[in-house]
Structure formats: C-alpha cells, structure tokens
C-alpha cells in the first residue's frame, strides 16, 4: 500500500470542523432562497450527515477472520499483510485481464472522498467519510464484454493470518449486478478520514454499497471477476432464507428474526427510521424491479 503523506491525512477534528463551516454555509444559503426548503434532517447531502466518531468505526466490527464479537477484529493481533498487495481482474466477461499491485490502481485512478450511510442487517448503523475508487472506473478499464452479467469477489483466504479463515469453508465471496457494480455509489474503499484502513475494517482494499446490507461489503478483495452467471456468494450460501443476492435496505422487509424498521445509531443515541434503500432510492430505485417483491430486500 502507499501510504498517504502525513501532510495529505485529514485529522478527525479538522474533518468536522470543515463540515460545520460547509453546513453552515449551505442552510444559510437555503435560508436566504425564497422558494428553496431547508434540507431534510434525513438528506443524503454529504455536508449534513454527521460521521461517526473514527474510534467507534474502528472497533465495531463484523470480520468473521477475525473473532465472532464486535471487539474481536480490533482487538486481535494485526497479522494480515497488506502491503504488497495485489488484486487479480478475471472472469469470462472480462476483455483485459491481469494481476495489478495495489501501487498500481493508486497510480491509475484518483482517491475521492464519500460520506455515506452503513447499514448493517443486524439493525445498527453508521455515517462513515469513505476514500476510494469508484468501481464503475475500475469495471470499465476491465473493458467489459456481452458476457459480463455479474461481478464476482474474493477475499483474501489465509489461515495463517487470519484465525477464523475458514469459518465458512473457504474464501468470502459476493456479487453483484453489472448494473449495481456501474452504480456511481459503488466504492473500492482504501480509507476512513483520509487514512488508510486498518486490517479490522477490511484493509487495504473493500467494497462499500451504501443502499445494501453491510454483509454485502466484502472486505481485504483480492480478485474481481466479470462472469455470466450469478455468483453464489457466502452469506447466501451460508442461509439463503435470511441472507439473498441482492440485500437492499428496506423497513419493509422484515429479517425473519428481527424488525428492520429501525434502526441502533453506533455512536449516538437511540434508534431512527430505516429508509427504502437506505436513503438512496433516487440514485437506485431504477436498477430493481417492485418494492412488494421480497428478493431484492433481503
């Protein structure tokens, strides 16, 4: 991995600091305009999300490699290597195939800064300042053919790194669309408040999917694969009653052991409104068919 220079990393202090002034100026100016509302408290706008303090990112985790609990993953010895690193692009669909070290994809395409919701499917949730990759750009360069129906992903699978490596008997694997993975809110992430992530929350390289399930979020990727048919991903594998292909976030599929109306704020106070795709319908809504229809919701 390259690291960031100290002089590139934004402090969590600093972070927010920056943030109040832009949302200041932006309510001011919502104020001013005669037929302009305010913001909704809910808005996606990233100037108004408030993020998550670092701390709590960093050590509430699900990483199952890593131990079973929420503390388990920062709490256990960093043993993955991640740097060097590489990821393979493969699969049927893909026209330009290759193994890149991860120096490379930095060289390659410029870090850009997310703020977005995290919805995990146990019912909690966080707002985390993101840096990455958009994997649209990263598809795109793979030179997609008529046979790239879906992308495949791969963690990195080492027991000797990893204690709990083979907790479901192999490799983690996810999948999406073609369509989802074109997506503009799809990420490779590299970071958290402009600093590179830590083995506990997926490092040095991940998915983020902000309108999905956290599930859906695999972590330490080390092949993306273009393929024609649907990938049969972990969790799927694992319980396919309670854990589907697509997992979008919605109140109104329920998870058969627990309500997702609501939601747990990690870090702040009581529970809100889940919201149909996680507050994203408008830039998602258009890739899935009916919101009755169960398959896509869980």
Request: with cysteine; hydrophobic share 35%.
């Amino acid at each position: 991995m390259i690291p960031i220079p100290t002089s590139r990393i934004t402090s969590e202090q600093d972070f927010r600091n920056r943030r109040k002034i832009i949302g200041a100026g932006l309510s001011a100016m919502a104020a001013m305009a005669c037929n302009g509302p305010l913001l909704a408290a809910d808005s996606n706008a990233p100037e108004l999300l408030e993020p998550t303090p670092l701390k709590t990112i960093n050590s509430y985790n699900n990483y199952y490699e890593f131990g079973f609990d929420k503390s388990d993953p920062s709490e256990a010895e960093k043993t993955l290597i991640t740097s060097p690193w590489s990821v393979e692009i493969t699969g049927a669909g893909a026209d330009k195939k290759g193994v890149y070290d991860l120096a490379d994809i930095y060289g390659e395409f410029a870090i850009e800064s997310h703020v977005h919701r995290f919805r995990c499917v146990e019912a909690w949730s966080m707002v985390v300042p993101w840096n990455g990759i958009p994997l649209h750009k990263v598809i795109a360069a793979a030179q997609p053919n008529s046979r790239a129906k879906y992308v495949r992903f791969t963690t990195v699978n080492d027991a000797t790194q990893m204690p709990n490596a083979n907790w479901a008997g192999g490799p983690y694997t996810e999948g999406l669309t073609i369509a989802e993975a074109m997506n503009p809110l799809a990420l490779l992430a590299t970071g958290i408040y402009d600093q590179p992530l830590e083995q506990q929350t997926g490092a040095p390289i991940r998915l983020v999917l902000p309108w999905k399930y956290g599930f859906k979020y695999a972590k330490s990727i080390v092949r993306i694969e273009l393929v024609e048919d649907m990938p049969k991903t972990t969790w799927w594998q694992q319980n396919s009653r309670e854990y589907g292909f697509y997992a979008n976030v919605s109140p109104h599929h329920n998870h058969p052991r627990w309500s997702q109306k609501t939601e747990r704020i990690i870090g702040g106070f009581g529970r809100q409104r889940t919201q149909i795709y996680n507050g994203y319908a408008e830039e998602v809504a258009h890739l899935y068919g009916a919101l009755e229809d169960r398959k896509y919701f869980y």
